[in-house]
């Protein structure tokens, strides 16, 4: 896989893969959810974790567009229809996961990767976040939260 792919959004073998001319992100979709990207051609394939948005709820009523955008911003595809190629990469990484953990974690705007990883874990977790989403998406970040001897940025 090259970073000077034709920049834009697929999803292929159950990844969710982004181009956008100067780096390569590929999303593996559930259960697996690992996110590595590399720069140039080049180098290594180094994990991350994806800050952007994965899922957004669906709209209310039909033709309704979304306000929530999804992956990051600034990739421009070249396809004939960009926002037709996006939006099916991300709802066939959606309808990869389980209706209930897309449910859960859905509403939150953006770091939705450490929650579905979190949910995949553990059952009670999407409880959790059900019940009282700040305390579950803490959870879900708990390396943010936690406070120790040596600063962390």
């Known amino acids: 896989m090259r970073c000077d ?8 073998d159950g990844r969710l893969m982004i181009f956008t ?29 994806p800050r952007f948005r994965l899922l957004r709820p ?3 009523t039909e ?8 992956g990051p911003a600034g990739v421009v595809s070249q396809r004939l229809d960009p926002l037709l190629e996006k939006l099916s990469a991300f709802l066939n990484f959606r309808r990869s996961i389980p209706s209930e ?5 859905e509403h939150f705007p953006g770091r ?5 990883r979190v949910c995949k874990r553990r059952e009670q977790t999407r409880e ?8 579950g998406f803490a959870v879900a970040h708990n390396h943010r939260f936690r406070i120790t001897g040596v600063s962390q940025v």
């Open 128 to 135: 959790l976040i059900e019940q009282c989403p700040a305390l």
């Open 112 to 116: 939705q990767m450490a929650v579905l």
């Open 5 to 12: 792919q034709i920049p834009g959004f697929r999803l292929n």
């Open 63 to 70: 033709g309704e567009a979304p306000d929530e955008p999804l």
């Open 58 to 60: 669906k709209p209310d």
């Open 21 to 49: 001319g100067e780096e390569a992100m590929i999303i593996h979709t559930w259960p697996d959810l690992e996110a590595v990207r590399r720069v140039t051609e080049k180098s290594n394939w180094t994990p991350f974790v």
């Open 101 to 105: 953990i897309v449910a859960a974690v």
